[in-house]
């Protein structure tokens, strides 16, 4: 007689076998300002939810909507009661993500957003990347094991016939909670990597893997990290158009999805 941890292991990989080969029809969109979550929502006609999901009195909004065979949630942390910015880093969207997962049961989550690149890695204002994987590089633990849970590195959702349909680049996805770059945070980017960096990738990756939840990451680059320009100097100035490229590759994601089952990604 097989042992009961085997028969758990065994049903396990039997749900997740089934799961990936059922179309997907409930996405999850998480995204961290209203400035790259608009022009999505207004692109696919999605509303803002009046009866929300989420606990009374936090900021989180959830618009949502119907594209083809998918049922569309988007997500984002709001902006801050007390300062009127957006909610941005890991604890937002960590936050926010874990609601919308207990909230919306998603087949599949999609981080979308704006990103810092490195030229050295072949990244350029406008590229839009799919993340293979994502870790920290601001969660330093010098201490056997604990370092490795620091960095936090997880895998996103195999997807290669989206990435070679869609041309995307591909890269390595490194998460932190500040714009600019500490020598401190170079040295973990450089040891992650990594050709892109954000505030939230790494964050979302875990609530999704502690949920199991596949997760794709598409993330637009608005400034050249390693360039010449201030970044926060050069992301302002680039933010409104590299959204509009986010929301041109999101919608062809979108497109790619409907119909499909996870393991046709």
Same mark, same amino acid.
């Given at each position: 007689?097989?042992?009961?941890?085997?028969?758990?292991?065994?049903?396990?990989?039997?749900?997740?076998?089934?799961?990936?080969?059922?179309?997907?029809?409930?996405?999850?969109?998480?995204?961290?300002?209203?400035?790259?979550?608009?022009?999505?929502?207004?692109?696919?006609?999605?509303?803002?939810?009046?009866?929300?999901?989420?606990?009374?009195?936090?900021?989180?909004?959830?618009?949502?909507?119907?594209?083809?065979?998918?049922?569309?949630?988007?997500?984002?942390?709001?902006?801050?009661?007390?300062?009127?910015?957006?909610?941005?880093?890991?604890?937002?969207?960590?936050?926010?993500?874990?609601?919308?997962?207990?909230?919306? $049961?998603?087949?599949?989550? +999609?981080? @979308?957003?704006? #990103?810092?690149?490195?030229?050295?890695? /072949? *990244?350029?204002?406008?590229? =839009?990347?799919?993340?293979?994987?994502?870790?920290?590089h601001d969660?330093?633990?010098?201490?056997?094991?604990?370092?490795?849970?620091?960095?936090?590195?997880?895998?996103?959702?195999?997807?290669?016939?989206?990435?070679?349909?869609?041309?995307?680049?591909?890269?390595?996805?490194?998460?932190?909670?500040?714009?600019?770059?500490?020598? $401190?945070?170079?040295?973990? +980017?450089? @040891?992650?990597? #990594?050709?892109?960096?954000?505030?939230? /990738? *790494?964050?979302?990756?875990? =609530?999704?893997?502690?949920?199991?939840?596949?997760?794709?990451?598409?993330?637009?680059?608005?400034?050249?990290?390693?360039?010449?320009?201030?970044?926060?100097?050069?992301?302002?100035?680039?933010?409104?158009?590299?959204?509009a490229a986010?929301?041109?590759?999101?919608?062809?994601?979108?497109?790619?999805?409907?119909?499909?089952?996870?393991?046709?990604?």
């Amino acid at each position: 007689m097989s042992p009961h941890g085997d028969k758990s292991d065994a049903a396990e990989e039997a749900l997740v076998a089934e799961t990936e080969k059922r179309p997907i029809s409930t996405i999850l969109i998480v995204i961290a300002m209203q400035t790259e979550a608009l022009p999505v929502v207004n692109k696919f006609n999605l509303t803002e939810d009046p009866d929300s999901v989420f606990p009374k009195g936090v900021p989180w909004v959830r618009y949502h909507g119907f594209y083809k065979d998918l049922h569309i949630n988007l997500v984002w942390p709001g902006k801050d009661s007390s300062l009127g910015v957006d909610c941005v880093g890991t604890v937002s969207a960590s936050l926010v993500a874990y609601a919308a997962i207990q909230a919306l $049961q998603p087949d599949l989550i +999609i981080n @979308a957003g704006t #990103a810092g690149g490195f030229k050295a890695k /072949g *990244a350029g204002i406008g590229d =839009v990347y799919l993340a293979c994987d994502v870790a920290y590089h601001d969660r330093r633990i010098p201490i056997p094991v604990f370092d490795l849970y620091g960095v936090g590195l997880r895998q996103a959702c195999v997807s290669p016939n989206l990435q070679k349909e869609l041309n995307l680049k591909v890269g390595k996805l490194s998460t932190g909670n500040s714009l600019d770059m500490s020598p $401190q945070d170079e040295a973990s +980017i450089i @040891a992650n990597d #990594a050709t892109i960096k954000d505030m939230e /990738g *790494a964050a979302v990756a875990y =609530v999704a893997d502690l949920l199991k939840v596949p997760i794709i990451f598409v993330k637009a680059v608005t400034d050249v990290v390693d360039g010449e320009k201030p970044t926060a100097e050069e992301f302002l100035q680039n933010l409104s158009a590299v959204t509009a490229a986010l929301e041109e590759k999101i919608t062809q994601v979108i497109e790619f999805i409907n119909g499909k089952c996870l393991s046709d990604l």
